[in-house]
């Protein structure tokens, strides 16, 4: 049991602004949840701390969206994460708290600089000649860093933002 009330300050607004951003209102702000809870105990732990409640958020997401997600994207999106996911296996175990903090925080700016750099791109290329590969990295970087920390989301809608998908496909796909 965590006895230190800092923990409870910072982790019960974590929750909370996971559990809104999952619900499809707080934008890509859910991924701060596990950086949050890292400042006051081991990212390790902010991991294990969160993984029940994302599952259970899944399992209501899939409910809700079930066949509404485009199969294309998720036939190349599904295996390039399961990389990601057995890279984030095989390197857990070398991995330190402060390397784990890093990765976090590589990918919470990069999702950031994409959001206020990548409108102007996405404007000049378009979202049809957006090139698929990248459909490869964003999901194999997306499993990596879920693995690691619950921190997938960003790059996989760093991909998806760009297709033309309506919302709901959107949600549904991610």
Request: hydrophobic share 55%.
């Amino acid at each position: 049991m965590i006895t230190d009330p800092w923990f409870y300050v910072v982790a019960i607004p974590a929750v909370v602004l996971f559990g809104i951003s999952k619900g499809g209102f707080g934008g890509g702000f859910g991924v701060v949840a596990v950086p949050l809870m890292a400042l006051v105990i081991s990212p390790v732990q902010a991991a294990a701390i969160m993984l029940p409640i994302l599952c259970v958020m899944d399992l209501f997401a899939i409910r809700r969206f079930r066949g509404r997600w485009v199969l294309p994207e998720l036939r190349v999106l599904i295996p390039a994460s399961l990389l990601g996911i057995a890279v984030g296996t095989a390197l857990f175990g070398y991995l330190s708290p402060a390397s784990i903090r890093l990765i976090v925080g590589v990918v919470a700016i990069t999702f950031t600089l994409n959001h206020w750099l990548g409108r102007r791109r996405s404007a000049e290329l378009g979202s049809a000649d957006f090139p698929r590969g990248y459909a490869l990295l964003g999901g194999g970087v997306a499993g990596f860093t879920s693995f690691i920390a619950h921190a997938g989301g960003p790059p996989v809608d760093m991909y998806l933002l760009r297709r033309s998908l309506d919302r709901t496909e959107f949600v549904a796909t991610t």
